[in-house]
């Protein structure tokens, strides 16, 4: 059983920037997903297990940027130019990985997931 803690969420502008972190020990690819009230919880991006690989939602494409270090042990989502529909809670999880080069973009692929960080973005 892996623990994995969510930190950085917050309440920020349009525009602005925040940086979610999430830490996990082990030998896991990583992923960032995201629920509203209304909608599904729904991909963000994940990061293999080397950080080689890396892949992103369409909507977070060329804003948001996933990483890792695998020294401390902790992923990080950094997030940019902020709009009010990234309002929402985001949760880390982590799978199992084939290789090192894994990624993963279903929900149904993780098996362990945090508690959920609430990032908020006003217009």
């Known amino acids: 059983q892996v623990q994995l803690v969510e930190s950085g969420g917050g309440l920020v502008q349009a525009g602005g920037s925040l940086r979610l972190s999430c830490a996990a020990s082990?030998?896991?690819?990583m992923g960032w997903f995201r629920q509203t009230p209304r909608k599904e919880r729904e991909f963000v991006a994940a990061?293999?297990?080397?950080?080689?690989?890396?892949y992103y939602a369409d909507s977070v494409k060329g804003r948001f940027t996933i990483s890792r270090d695998n020294a401390k042990p902790t992923v990080y989502l950094q997030m940019n130019n902020l709009k009010p529909e990234d309002t929402a809670v985001y949760y880390c999880?982590?799978?199992?990985?084939?290789?090192?080069?894994?990624?993963?973009?279903?929900?149904?692929?993780?098996?362990?997931w945090g508690q959920g960080t609430q990032v908020t973005v006003s217009s």
């Open positions: 999880a982590a799978s199992p990985p084939i290789n090192t080069e894994t990624l993963r973009t279903s929900q149904n692929e993780y098996r362990y």
């Open positions: 082990g030998w896991y690819a």
């Open positions: 990061i293999s297990w080397s950080g080689g690989s890396t």
